[in-house]
């Protein structure tokens, strides 16, 4: 049989190096399904639950291998369905190719049935590249240029494929006027900035007294330098949400999460500080960095419109960041002065005896911070860890030890809710030999959470290490929201939208053949992980959680707090649990206890 051009399409991935394609069948797109399923490409076929699910899982797979991630959707509905997953994967800067259906060519103009202009609709999320493959020869470059445009500017792209196209015979571009030859080569690209550049960012950095360090998920392959240059300057170090396994958090003077999801010395670090150094990093919160003209700053990065964007920096680097950290290295003078550096460290170790504190206060039934606290000294080694977006994020930004050589991710740009357990999922298909650990609220897991399991179920006995924990708070309550309503809004929770409906997710973990364990007692927390963590198949951990423990943000304002008191006295229907588990957050952080977490 010839090869079509959904074989070539395929073949032409794989030269690239991709080895997995997430997606969902459908008649749009069933010339690229047949080719897969005859399987001459090499190319795993990743079937998720829903559309989104797989984009969710592309992008994962960007983030965990540093690879393209490539998702794979029908027309119409298919098509509309990944965006979420798109997004994601753009306001995180991660390379993933979309490949959609579409109708065939002599139908489009004519409001066909699933007929969508999916050039405009993916012309934002794929603005870098988005294109419709009109005849055989235009095969080559359409990949070639979506693949390498998505490695090179760490962005979304998308072909669209008629599916008459798909069955029709591959061909090769003729060499002719009016036609394009691409081809596959490395592309190399200027990582290191200017020497002249190099030194005045060192000087600004040397003059600095109290440096204070701010690393993202553009650091993540920066550990040893950035550690190298904090030494070399007495600086503390604050890490955003997509930075979290930047540095290890068994480092004295690293702070932590930074942010509403953040940590007291973070906070001080930043507040203190006379000069501030970002590194790979586009944190969005002003209102968190130091005050405009309080520091001098430097920034590393690797797309030059970030630079500035979030402080006035005095010197901007354009380039990789542990290139950029090495060359920089040898022009940076110790400090010999370390009392900043012992001031960080002592706010550090305090807040980690705060944290104790907290997550030892009583709740009904559970306190969600003993969940996060019990797991932290039981992580296993290499682990990889995902999380969702709701009040589960602000326990694992904050509660969690992250060790050198773990990984961890979450929707950082979009924060969107439903990505913990195909990211997880992602995670497993690229490390079987790796244990893996989602963690989400009840409302995350039941808007996308539950879909994955199926996936998971189907799936688990091909991993090597089948240790694959989704920890689940069922709290009954949107939480994040419910808790932003009262702090920004001043507003009473408001049931009818908060309240979410109970689901026995443990036992329906054991229908599909996986572990359920259930939690309510907090004196078996630390247990049920030892347990989900051990278990020789894939586990759902559902904790009974309070939902009334507030995630306090590490600075109140008086807006903030007068909204709050708003909030209780205009009925609350939780008031008296916000107020007593509030007191206790309040007592833990002016008296926390002697022994540390350790």
């Known amino acids: 049989m010839n090869a079509t051009v959904g074989d070539f399409l395929l073949e032409r991935l794989a030269a690239w190096g991709v080895r997995r394609i997430y997606g969902y069948p459908g008649d749009g797109i069933n010339g690229i399904m047949g080719a897969l399923g005859r399987g001459g490409s090499g190319i795993d076929f990743v079937q998720a639950r829903h559309e989104e699910l797989a984009a969710f899982m592309a992008c994962a797979h960007a983030k965990f291998t540093g690879e393209v991630g490539v998702c794979l959707a029908t027309s119409g509905p298919g098509a509309i369905h990944l965006l979420n997953g798109l997004y994601d994967a753009k306001l995180d800067h991660q390379p993933v190719v979309a490949i959609v259906g579409q109708q065939k060519r002599m139908a489009i103009g004519g409001d066909y049935q699933q007929e969508v202009d999916l050039t405009s609709l993916f012309k934002d999320v794929a603005r870098e590249f988005v294109h419709t493959a009109m005849v055989p020869e235009q095969m080559r470059q359409l990949v070639d240029r979506a693949v390498r445009i998505a490695l090179d500017r760490r962005?979304?792209?998308?072909?669209?494929?008629?599916?008459?196209?798909?069955?029709?015979?591959?061909?090769?571009?003729p060499r002719e006027h009016g036609t394009v030859h691409t081809g596959i080569g490395h592309t190399a690209s200027a990582l290191v900035p200017p020497e002249a550049e190099l030194l005045r960012a060192a000087e600004v950095l040397n003059?600095?007294?109290?440096?204070?360090?701010?690393?993202?998920?553009?650091?993540?392959?920066?550990?040893?330098?950035?550690?190298e240059v904090a030494e070399r300057l007495g600086a503390g170090a604050a890490k955003a949400l997509l930075g979290k396994a930047a540095l290890p958090d068994d480092l004295p003077w690293v702070t932590g999460a930074i942010g509403l999801l953040g940590t007291k010395p973070s906070w001080d670090l930043m507040s203190g500080c006379d000069t501030l150094f970002m590194i790979g990093s586009g944190f969005p919160y002003s209102e968190f960095l130091p005050r405009e003209g309080q520091a001098r700053g430097v920034q590393i990065d690797i797309d030059g419109r970030m630079i500035g964007l979030r402080y006035p920096m005095e010197v901007g680097l354009v380039g990789d960041s542990a290139a950029t950290l090495r060359a920089l290295l040898p022009h940076l003078k110790r400090n010999d002065d370390r009392s900043w550096r012992e001031d960080v460290e002592r706010g550090v170790e305090r807040w980690w005896r705060v944290l104790e504190g907290r997550a030892r206060n009583e709740a009904n039934p559970i306190n969600p911070q003993r969940v996060f606290w019990e797991l932290s000294p039981r992580l296993p080694e290499r682990c990889i860890l995902t999380c969702d977006s709701g009040s589960a994020a602000n326990w694992y930004?904050?509660?969690?030890?992250?060790?050198?050589?773990?990984?961890a991710s979450l929707s950082g740009g979009l924060a969107t809710m439903g990505p913990a357990v195909p990211y997880a999922l992602a995670a497993k298909f690229t490390h079987p030999d790796r244990p893996v650990i989602a963690m989400l609220g009840d409302g995350?897991?039941?808007?996308?959470?539950?879909?994955?399991?199926?996936?998971?179920a189907k799936n688990w006995r091909r991993w090597e290490n089948p240790t694959l924990v989704v920890m689940v708070l069922n709290n009954g309550d949107l939480n994040q929201v419910t808790w932003e309503q009262r702090v920004m809004e001043g507003?009473?929770?408001?049931?009818?939208?908060?309240?979410?409906?109970?689901?026995?997710?443990?036992?329906?973990?054991?229908?599909?053949?996986l572990l359920g364990v259930k939690v309510s007692d907090p004196a078996l927390v630390g247990s049920a992980w030892d347990e989900a963590l051990a278990a020789d198949r894939p586990v759902v951990l559902e904790m009974y959680t309070d939902p009334n423990v507030p995630p306090i943000p590490p600075h109140i304002t008086m807006k903030q707090a007068r909204a709050y008191m708003s909030a209780l006295l205009h009925g609350d229907p939780d008031s008296v649990g916000i107020v007593v588990a509030s007191l206790k957050e309040t007592w833990d952080n002016l008296f926390p206890p002697k022994r540390g977490i350790g």
């Open 397 to 407: 930004a904050r509660d969690l030890k992250i060790r050198r050589g773990m990984m």
């Open 207 to 227: 003059a600095g007294k109290k440096v204070a360090i701010l690393v993202g998920a553009g650091a993540l392959n920066a550990t040893d330098e950035v550690i």
């Open 491 to 513: 507003d009473p929770k408001f049931a009818t939208s908060q309240d979410v409906p109970d689901f026995p997710y443990a036992e329906y973990a054991r229908m599909l053949g």
């Open 155 to 173: 962005t979304v792209t998308c072909i669209i494929v008629p599916n008459d196209l798909q069955d029709m015979p591959a061909a090769a571009p």
């Open 444 to 456: 995350a897991m039941q808007m996308n959470g539950i879909n994955g399991l199926i996936t998971i």
